[in-house]
């Protein structure tokens, strides 16, 4: 199994950029899809991103429109998220997550390794 701990969140002006980490002290990094989701207050964890075990391919949330970039080094058992251009929209607890398998990677619910989140804070 997987221990997730993200961290990298913050205030940041509108326009301004972000990169979110997300960590595993395990041995297995390598063997788990990964996705990020983000939540605010009385809404549902909405997908961000997500990516492969190899890091080969890379899905993303419609409303990304290219700011986001998510990446992972399995020889540091870390994914990242670079987030650039940031809206005060994008103010919410992010998330990462992670799962053995790839299907339905936009859907909180297949996931089965969650961190415990990091607040991203975009003041207009």
């Known amino acids: 199994q997987v221990q997730l701990v993200e961290s990298g969140g913050g205030l940041v002006q509108a326009g301004g950029s972000l990169r979110l980490s997300c960590a595993d002290s395990?041995?297995?990094?390598?063997?788990?899809?990964l996705g990020w989701f983000r939540q605010t207050p009385g809404k549902e964890r909405e997908f961000v991103a997500a990516?492969?075990?190899?890091?080969?391919?890379?899905y993303y949330g419609d409303y990304v429109e290219g700011r986001f970039t998510v990446s992972r080094d399995n020889a540091k058992n870390t994914m990242y998220l670079q987030m650039t251009t940031l809206r005060p929209e994008d103010t919410a607890v992010y998330y990462c997550?992670?799962?053995?398998?790839?299907?339905?990677?936009?859907?909180?619910?297949?996931?089965?390794?969650w961190g415990q989140g990091t607040q991203v804070t975009v003041s207009s």
């Open positions: 997550a992670a799962d053995r398998y790839e299907r339905g990677y936009s859907d909180a619910s297949r996931y089965t390794y």
């Open positions: 990516i492969s075990w190899s890091g080969g391919k890379r």
């Open positions: 395990g041995r297995t990094f390598r063997s788990y899809f």
